[in-house]
């Protein structure tokens, strides 16, 4: 367990003790900063495709004022998130964020969750940057977790070789691993252990929805919140670890033996399963990221029965979830910058006839600006780190919007309920009363004619009821920095 109440800080720096050791983190403006600290063993040579195992502990002062690396992926284009690490397999690692003075009280703790379509994604991008909340009182945590076929994994030979581990789920089982983590130690870092909030966007949005759905998690997290993490429906089913799915989709195992004979690994057995492990960390990647993520070789999340016993779809309908407080919203755009990056892929049969195949595709594909706030666009404000990824073009508005955006998380971390403070009253949903939050922010001049504006869908969209928080609201047809529509259930 964790020995230290409150963070020793001396000359720019704070020391704490955990369970592992004693870590050095740095102080900067009121925060302490803990980086890259060790919350399982590296993943790598035999434990590649096993369960997180404990950290090892260290002698003496460890350093943690830089982050460890992010995970093992192809880092996707144009990220809006992009890395400061060199991705490896040997990365799971966390960070803590936390006011460096306090009066012994104990604080509320947010765990975020990033998203990066299970492939990409990092803690070091510095939109993600957890100096904001700490400043308010918050202990921010954030934790990097498997990616792609590290993440996602099964093979007949994994079952055999250690029959009581749960398989498959890799990256679900290294967030339960954090979280039990921060149940072990963040009293250290004056954190509340019993007022956890975990918060994620796209696939971190679905990691949210899988634990809470899922019976390893519960009583690790007292609050959760869900920025953009769709669902899944007939077009995207679930693999079940070892039968075949619904509409003939392949086990979880027969993914994994298609992948080792796409690497000339042939067989099931334990030989093979040495193949695999041996294969270097880029080719497991495999040259996949966000662009190139369907596969017949990847399956993503798993029904396994342990970690997932159910998709998390069904656990919702039929009341499974775990009864803790609950936000849920997404951008007013979501998803639109898929659209831009299958562009070229989407028309290219059409390539003899290709001004004719452009004009069918008119209005919705005419150009490369869309109206609304794309995916992962709220993250910056949600962070009140607008200014390092937006840089000269914020504004004023954006900045207000920004702060009244983060006081509302804050406020739903510390008391369950984001009404705690100035801003318009969020009302909590109900079935008699489907309430949504919309903020927006100054909208920028859109390349869309006018006629997008006339469709049905964009008509109903201008009757949608908005609220000013900060700035002033985007109008339709306007292209929104950021625009979130969003439920807040209470239990």
Request: net charge positive; with cysteine.
């Amino acid at each position: 367990m964790a020995q230290t109440a409150t963070p020793r800080s001396v000359r720019g720096t704070a020391v704490v003790k955990i369970e592992s050791g004693i870590l050095r983190g740095v102080v900067s403006r009121g925060v302490a900063a803990f980086k890259g600290i060790p919350y399982a063993a590296p993943p790598v040579g035999e434990l590649r495709w096993r369960p997180p195992q404990p950290a090892q502990p260290w002698s003496g002062v460890r350093s943690a004022s830089s982050y460890g690396h992010d995970c093992m992926q192809l880092p996707f284009p144009g990220d809006a998130a992009p890395l400061r690490t060199q991705p490896s397999e040997d990365c799971l690692y966390l960070n803590v964020w936390t006011p460096a003075q306090r009066r012994g009280e104990k604080l509320p703790v947010l765990v975020w969750i990033y998203g990066g379509g299970f492939v990409n994604g990092g803690t070091s991008p510095a939109v993600y940057d957890g100096a904001h909340f700490a400043d308010r009182g918050v202990v921010l945590v954030s934790f990097n977790y498997r990616l792609g076929r590290f993440g996602f994994f099964a093979f007949p030979a994994l079952s055999a070789e250690h029959p009581g581990e749960p398989h498959g789920n890799y990256t679900f089982m290294d967030q339960i691993a954090a979280l039990r983590w921060v149940q072990r130690n963040i009293a250290a870092f004056g954190g509340d252990p019993d007022n956890v909030t975990i918060f994620g966007e796209s696939a971190g949005g679905m990691s949210v929805n899988a634990l809470m759905t899922s019976p390893q998690a519960r009583g690790l997290f007292a609050k959760a919140v869900v920025e953009s993490g769709g669902g899944r429906n007939n077009l995207l089913p679930m693999s079940r670890l070892h039968d075949s799915g619904p509409s003939g989709v392949p086990s979880a195992d027969q993914v994994g033996v298609n992948f080792a004979k796409s690497m000339g690994i042939e067989g099931d057995g334990p030989e093979a399963l040495a193949a695999l492990r041996r294969l270097p960390a880029d080719k497991i990647v495999d040259g996949m990221n966000m662009a190139s993520m369907v596969r017949t070789t990847y399956t993503g999340p798993m029904i396994d029965g342990r970690i997932i016993v159910e998709t998390p779809e069904q656990a919702y309908r039929d009341g499974h979830e775990a009864r803790v407080p609950f936000m849920v919203g997404a951008n007013s755009a979501d998803l639109g910058f898929f659209r831009g990056h299958s562009m070229d892929k989407a028309l290219a049969p059409f390539a003899p006839n290709q001004e004719e195949a452009r004009k069918l595709f008119d209005p919705d594909h005419s150009g490369d600006k869309w109206p609304g706030a794309p995916h992962a666009s709220e993250i910056p404000y949600v962070f009140d780190t607008i200014r390092a990824h937006y840089g000269k073009a914020v504004t004023a508005a954006d900045e207000a919007t920004a702060h009244a955006v983060i006081a509302y998380w804050v406020a739903f971390a510390r008391y369950s309920t984001p009404n705690a403070g100035g801003e318009p009253r969020w009302p909590a949903y109900n079935r008699g009363s489907d309430m949504l939050m919309n903020f927006t922010s100054h909208g920028l001049p859109s390349t869309w004619s006018k006629a997008w504006c006339k469709w049905p869908a964009v008509k109903r969209h201008r009757r949608t009821e908005s609220r000013r928080v900060g700035g002033a609201t985007a109008r339709i047809c306007y292209r929104s920095r950021w625009s979130l529509r969003s439920r807040l259930r209470l239990p």
